[in-house]
């Protein structure tokens, strides 16, 4: 079982930077794939990036160059570091979490955080 805890979400102007945190609990948290997800209003949730236990990283197409995902063992937490963002990028990001590997997808993940709000302004 792993319980996950987002934060660092907020107001920011369009250019502006956020980090986002996701705290996690449980034990082996080395041997879990995380991932970030976001979904904004009437929209369904897509992906945004992903990091493997071994340390490889994917993004979406839309947040490569842009957001940086990086995780502390010692700390049981994962960052999403965000630059450049656009009003767009405006959505609840949720923390996700699968033991050993996770896709891309939804579906692939286990675990849940209860997400935090970013919002870029124009």
């Known amino acids: 079982q792993v319980q996950l805890v987002e934060s660092g979400g907020g107001l920011v102007q369009a250019g502006g930077s956020l980090r986002l945190s996701c705290a996690a609990s449980?034990?082996?948290?080395?041997?879990?794939?995380m991932a970030w997800f976001r979904q904004a209003p009437g929209k369904e949730r897509e992906f945004v990036a992903r990091?493997?236990?071994?340390?490889?990283?994917t993004y979406a197409d839309s947040q490569k160059g842009r957001f940086s995902m990086s995780r502390d063992n010692a700390k049981n937490t994962v960052y999403l570091q965000m630059n450049g963002l656009k009003p767009e990028d405006t959505a609840v990001y949720y923390c996700?979490?699968?033991?050993?590997?996770?896709?891309?997808?939804?579906?692939?993940?286990?675990?849940w955080g209860q997400g935090t709000q970013v919002t870029v302004s124009s």
């Open positions: 449980g034990r082996s948290f080395t041997g879990y794939a």
């Open positions: 996700a979490a699968k033991w050993r590997y996770g896709a891309t997808t939804e579906g692939s993940y286990d675990y």
């Open positions: 990091l493997s236990s071994s340390g490889s990283s």
